[in-house]
């Protein structure tokens, strides 16, 4: 295939995962590596580095247009990142060990779990509960915006959302990836953090969680400019394009249609890692 | 982001025009790099079926600032990759000085824990 062309077609793709992830919330890195290895055939390796450098880009562009909306916390952020980060180098040494065929095993569940997770989505916020003692140490309490005025919330749990933080940057540093669905059940769930404050949160540490491993990986030399351009300037694109007209579009039968490709493309990274062909 | 004290609109205003300009300026020398790198190898033939690993003046910083100087498209990629790479970095030093500012020294720390392991991954390594 010539280069223009490779340009072209990974471009026109990024940009429909980068459109779709922001549009489903899925973020569009979870079905680049796919795109890339199944469709493309490239080494899994360099559409992991790819796929790192395009999170940093749409966490960093999401992020500037949430931060003045004043959701996100930036101590529960910034406390948490100390495990992401660390998650992060940790696995992007891991990823030395294992096989490339592994990692698209690994890649394969965390697919299906991405989707899972997006079928059962849902916005409405668990009863306000107080805060755990270590909680109030750290001071992650806050205050969002409501329509009815600041409101102000408790959080918990903060062992167990700090064990899965570690965990989720584990996979983002092992798989390229942004993890942001492991980052918000983290949150959402076990720490019990309003959703919005739990999403917006989460995206912002996206960026941070991917630059911990990316520059590893850059010096491995995993990031290949003639894929990493078309990759990055599209799913950009897609996502900003994606989000402006997130507030007209009636998202929820995309978000099945949506959600049935990503199990389609677990299933076949599965397949295709344990026969070896990956 | 709910620094108090140090008035929140200041420093929302801050990160978000930080981030966006870091975004802006990488992407628009990602492509600056892309076009000529499109120009001069456009009609190249590639395979990157099988993993090679890039050459040291496209994985190192002081090679990719070599290449930029000497005007490699795939270089001036990199370098716009690396400014990418560099928004959260600096995002989260700003955040260390706002800490500070606001003498929260726990919050000090904690960023710069985050701070530590993101220049570590950037130049440990990238020599």
């Known amino acids: ?278 | 982001m709910t620094i108090k004290g140090w008035g929140d609109q200041r420093i929302e205003i801050i990160v978000g025009t930080l981030l966006r300009v870091g975004v802006l300026l990488s992407a628009s020398v990602v492509l600056i790099g892309g076009m000529i790198y499109l120009t001069r190898h456009g009609h190249e033939h590639i395979n990157y079926s099988t993993f090679h690993g890039e050459p040291e003046n496209l994985k190192s910083i002081p090679g990719i600032a070599k290449g930029t100087a000497g005007f490699h498209g795939q270089a001036i990629i990199q370098l716009g990759l690396l400014l990418l790479i560099a928004t959260p970095v600096a995002r989260v030093a700003f955040s260390a000085v706002a800490f500070a500012i606001e003498r929260d020294s726990m919050y000090v720390a904690i960023t710069l824990v985050v701070l530590a392991v993101l220049l570590y991954s950037l130049f440990a390594s990238g020599g």
């Open chain 1, 1 to 278: 295939m010539s280069v223009l062309l490779f340009t072209f077609l990974v471009a026109s793709g990024s940009f429909l995962a980068g459109f779709l992830g922001a549009l489903t919330g899925l973020g569009g890195g979870v079905v680049v590596i796919p795109m890339l290895t199944l469709l493309f055939h490239v080494d899994i390796k360099y559409a992991i580095g790819a796929s790192l450098v395009s999170v940093i880009a749409t966490s960093s562009g999401a992020a500037a247009a949430y931060v003045r909306e004043g959701y996100s916390n930036i101590r529960i952020g910034m406390f948490l990142e100390t495990a992401t980060t660390i998650g992060a180098l940790v696995g992007a040494f891991v990823a030395l060990l294992v096989s490339g065929s592994s990692i698209a095993v690994i890649f394969g569940f965390v697919l299906l779990y991405s989707a899972y997770l997006s079928s059962r989505h849902r916005e409405a916020d668990a009863p306000a509960i107080k805060a755990s003692p270590l909680a109030n140490k750290l001071r992650l309490n806050g205050d969002y915006p409501t329509p009815q005025g600041l409101e102000h919330y408790e959080v918990t749990g903060v062992p167990a959302g700090y064990g899965l933080m570690f965990g989720a940057g584990i996979l983002s540093g092992l798989l390229g990836i942004g993890s942001g669905a492991v980052k918000v059940l983290a949150m959402d769930q076990a720490m019990k953090i309003p959703f919005k404050v739990s999403t917006t949160t989460s995206n912002f540490m996206i960026g941070v969680t991917a630059a911990a491993s990316a520059g590893l990986y850059l010096s491995r030399g995993y990031i290949s400019p003639g894929i990493a351009m078309p990759v990055t300037l599209g799913v950009l694109a897609g996502s900003l394009f994606g989000a402006k007209i997130l507030a007209k579009a009636r998202v929820k039968v995309l978000r099945y249609v949506f959600a049935g490709v990503i199990v389609a493309l677990g299933a076949e990274m599965i397949f295709n890692g344990i026969t070896g062909r990956i």
